[in-house]
Each structure stands twice: as structure tokens, then as C-alpha cells.
């Protein structure tokens, strides 16, 4: 795991505030309270983890570049949550981020903790799926929650993080992004983001709930595999050039968190017309398989337990989890 200091954080942050006007050695030295080849060191590490620093003829220093890194001090700056994302663990490459997820909640971590990669090894989507995850291309990270709900009223929390991913996409973008339930991001039809949620309760609480979500975002059309490149894009595909991902990070949580305190406090109730607005299957012809077999029927409602309305032959039946497809037809 590539460690940052404190001290190199503060020196970053001391030459991220003084854009126009740059620092000489001596000036970092004395504003740091420390030796001048110690700071000298540190932007060396800096530099050997992407940053670039320019220097005039006078040795005076501005912070030239930072690298497109999901560092979780360049996430922390500027991120304008009170609880999510305040503890931070990053990883350049692991197997998948809900599972080092849920051993840090076993573990005892608190709510709120996010991990996230640069890439995943054996990154897990819905329905025993992989979640192919290029190095530096998207966001893959999983929110550690310990929300004091029913068990039943879970399923809607996945649906908020699908929301606030969309409202966060679009809002960045001016490109409208959507959610085909359970909890898919498209934009264009095509899917851009996945959440895959790990719960751990008995019969009566929550211990914790893994919210692991994926976002496609600096993908290009090579990037994915094969078969899925027809069902597939990412947000650089969709509008034409790269996202800053850390920013897309940072507003999506931020997005999540009044949305989740929201919901712990009353319910999913208030959200739903949100999730009813972006949602691009509701009052359309479905199929869907039911104990093996492949059905028909239209999405008509989602309810306040997030469950999925369908109806079907003149009865109404609850969907809780699975595939859904528009029919072909459509
Ligand atoms: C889906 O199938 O739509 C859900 C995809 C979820 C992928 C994310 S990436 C971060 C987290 N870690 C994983 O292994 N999976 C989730």
C-alpha cells in the first residue's frame, strides 16, 4: 500500500495554496518547521508518486501537476462530507475492494470507511459476475455502513448510491445519466456503473453493509472485454474526454451522504419520486427469470423497501434482487 506522510501531505497542500506564487526552498522550510533537505526528500517521494513540481532560476517551487490518482489525500481535500469518506484506505491494486471491506468491519472499522483501488484483481459484480477493473481507469471502492434499519429496508440503500453515482455523472457532465433498477447506472442505454452491496445481519440487525460500487469512467471502447462492449461505456466515451475521477469520487459521496442520513432517519419513502425520476425501466415491458423460468410483465412501481413492482398476468408480484431486460420488442 503506498503510504504518504503527514508531512509530505502538508507540503502538498502548502504549494497547492499558492498557485500564482511560488515557494523558495527556504520559505517551504521555515512555513514547515523543518530542514530544507528534508523537504528536498519529500518531493522526491512526491515526485516518484506522480506529482511534478516546476522550479525557477531561483529555486522557487509550484506544484506543476497532480497525478490522476484516487490518493486518499487528494480525496479528503475538498471533500465536503461529515461522516463518508473520512477514513480513507487506498490500495494501487487488490483482489477486490469489498472484500478487504468486510474484513476491516469485522475487524471493527467504523461506519463511514471507504476502500478503494487503482485496480482490481478479482473485482466482483452482481450475480457472480467479474467486475473487469483496468488500473487508473475507474472508481472501484466500497463504503463501510452500519445502518440501524430493518433488514428488509437494505436493498434501498444500494439504490441511493446507484442515484447519487447518476445525479454526480450528470451534474459533472451535463450528460443525463439514469438507473435501471436494481441498482445499474446507464448513460446512453449502456451501463456505466454496478453496485454490489455485502450484508452481514442476524434475524433482528445490520452488523454491516458492504456498498461496493464500480464506475466506469476513463474506460476506452478497448478497455473492455469483449462481450460486453455493446452493454458497456464509460463517462469519457459518453462526453468526449477524460473526468477528473477524484472530483466524480468526492461528489458522489458527498451526493450519498444526505441521501443515506435521510434514509436511516425516515425511511426510503421521500426518496422515491427521485428514484422513480431516473429510473429508465418504469411503466415498460420487462422480462425477468423467476425459479429458472424466463417471465414477462411491466416494471409499474418500485416500492419503499426498494423492491421492484411488476405486473404480470392480472397480478402484482414483488421483485427483490436479479436480472431485468427491457423486452426486445420495446
Ligand atoms: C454489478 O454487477 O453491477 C456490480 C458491480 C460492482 C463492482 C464494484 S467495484 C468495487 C467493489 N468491489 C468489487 O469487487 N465489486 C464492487
Not at 256 to 285: C, D, H, N, T, W
Request: glycine residues 8%.
Amino acid at each position: 500500500m503506498l503510504r504518504f506522510n503527514q508531512q509530505q501531505i502538508d507540503l502538498l497542500n502548502l504549494l497547492r495554496g499558492s498557485p500564482e506564487s511560488a515557494l523558495c526552498l527556504d520559505r517551504l522550510a521555515a512555513k514547515l518547521g523543518r530542514p530544507a533537505e528534508l523537504i528536498e526528500q519529500d518531493l522526491d517521494s512526491l515526485s516518484t508518486a506522480g506529482y511534478q513540481f516546476a522550479r525557477d532560476s531561483s529555486e522557487c517551487i509550484t506544484l506543476a501537476t497532480i497525478p490522476d490518482r484516487l490518493y486518499a489525500h487528494e480525496i479528503e481535500t475538498g471533500l465536503q462530507t461529515c461522516h463518508l469518506g473520512k477514513t480513507i484506505h487506498y490500495y494501487e491494486n487488490i483482489d477486490s475492494t469489498n472484500i478487504r471491506a468486510a474484513e476491516l468491519a469485522r475487524e471493527g472499522a467504523a461506519e463511514g470507511e471507504l476502500v478503494v483501488a487503482e485496480m482490481q484483481s478479482a473485482g466482483r459484480g452482481r450475480l457472480s459476475r467479474d467486475w473487469h477493473s483496468p488500473l487508473y481507469c475507474g472508481i472501484y471502492a466500497s463504503l463501510i455502513l452500519r445502518p440501524q434499519v430493518p433488514v428488509a429496508a437494505t436493498p434501498g440503500i444500494s439504490l441511493l448510491v446507484a442515484v447519487s453515482i447518476a445525479e454526480s455523472i450528470t451534474r459533472l457532465t451535463g450528460r443525463q445519466a439514469g438507473i435501471k433498477w436494481p441498482n445499474d447506472v446507464l448513460i446512453d442505454g449502456r451501463k456505466t456503473a454496478g453496485i454490489l452491496a455485502d450484508l452481514s445481519a442476524n434475524a433482528r440487525s445490520v452488523q454491516y453493509l458492504i456498498v461496493g460500487f464500480g464506475i466506469n469512467v476513463n474506460q476506452i471502447e478497448s478497455d473492455f472485454p469483449a462481450d460486453i462492449t455493446d452493454k458497456a461505456t464509460s463517462v469519457r466515451i459518453a462526453i468526449g474526454k477524460p473526468l477528473d475521477r477524484v472530483r466524480l469520487l468526492q461528489n458522489a459521496l458527498h451526493d450519498f451522504e444526505s441521501r443515506y442520513l435521510s434514509f436511516v432517519r425516515e425511511g426510503l419513502e421521500a426518496q422515491l419520486p427521485a428514484i422513480k425520476a431516473l429510473s429508465s425501466i418504469l411503466m415498460k415491458p420487462i422480462t425477468f427469470e423467476q425459479k429458472g423460468r424466463t417471465m414477462k410483465g411491466v416494471a409499474v412501481d418500485i416500492d419503499r423497501n426498494g423492491l421492484l413492482i411488476v405486473e404480470c398476468d392480472g397480478s402484482r408480484i414483488s421483485l427483490a434482487a436479479g436480472e431485468i431486460s427491457l423486452q426486445e420488442s420495446y
